[in-house]
């Protein structure tokens, strides 16, 4: 089980239908992007502030929560500019930041909501200027992308330690996944 970071952007690009039109639009958008990436930054880290155990992680360590602040902004800017045209650069990006938050237990109950979160007040942003849907469902759409190698890296990363640790064969984990799953299904 290793992931191939720009084969599966490749696949999520399809599987999200983000166009040549979205990555036109994104481009375009870049310097409103510029604009408002510290007042997204803000509702972000409002947000999980709000939450007593995803507060405890972004406070955890001194000095976290401002280099947060900075990431946050950059990553932001990138959905933009897609770093290399959403290339292989990119790819290798988005499944490190993934990598990082399975690192430090962030888990699918904290990341799901914190970019339900950004698409939230990106929308709340750009309809309050007026703007039309085109840069919402551009963002949206490179949003999820980037969603689903967080919530991929989580996966792996697990499944990996689990094979490490015990030896099992990747066929037999699988095996033990769908009986767990079937245990827990209703009848
Ligand atoms: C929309 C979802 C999220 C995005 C886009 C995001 C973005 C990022 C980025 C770009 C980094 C830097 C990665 C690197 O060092 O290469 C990072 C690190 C980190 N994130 Fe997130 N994050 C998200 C969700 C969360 C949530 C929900 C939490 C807390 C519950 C969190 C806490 C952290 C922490 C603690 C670090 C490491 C900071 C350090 O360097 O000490 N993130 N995040």
Redesign the pocket.
């Known amino acids: 089980m290793s992931l191939n970071p720009q084969e599966f952007m490749a696949k999520m690009e399809a599987r999200m239908v983000f166009s040549t039109e979205d990555k036109a639009v994104l481009k375009a958008g870049a310097d409103w992007g510029k604009e408002v990436a510290a007042e997204m930054a803000d509702h972000f880290y409002d947000y999980?502030g709000k939450d007593p155990?995803?507060n405890a992680?972004?406070n955890?360590?001194e000095g976290?929560i401002h280099?947060?602040r900075e990431?946050?902004i950059?990553?932001f800017l990138e959905m933009f500019t897609g770093i290399d045209d959403w290339g292989n650069q990119y790819a290798e990006r988005r499944w490190?930041?993934g990598l990082?938050?399975v690192q430090?237990g962030?888990g699918p109950q904290?990341?799901v909501p914190?970019?339900a979160t950004?698409v939230r007040e990106v929308g709340n942003k750009l309809k309050a200027e007026g703007k039309n849907d085109e840069l919402r469902n551009a963002l949206g759409k490179i949003c999820m992308i980037?969603?689903a190698f967080?919530e991929q890296a989580y996966v792996e990363v697990s499944s990996n330690a689990v094979l490490q640790e015990t030896g099992w064969t990747e066929g037999l984990f699988r095996r033990l996944i769908t009986t767990g799953a079937g245990q827990h299904a209703p009848a």
């Open positions: 999980l155990e995803m992680i972004i955890a360590k976290r280099r947060l990431t946050f950059q990553w490190r930041i990082v938050h430090i962030i904290h990341v914190a970019m950004v980037d969603l967080i």
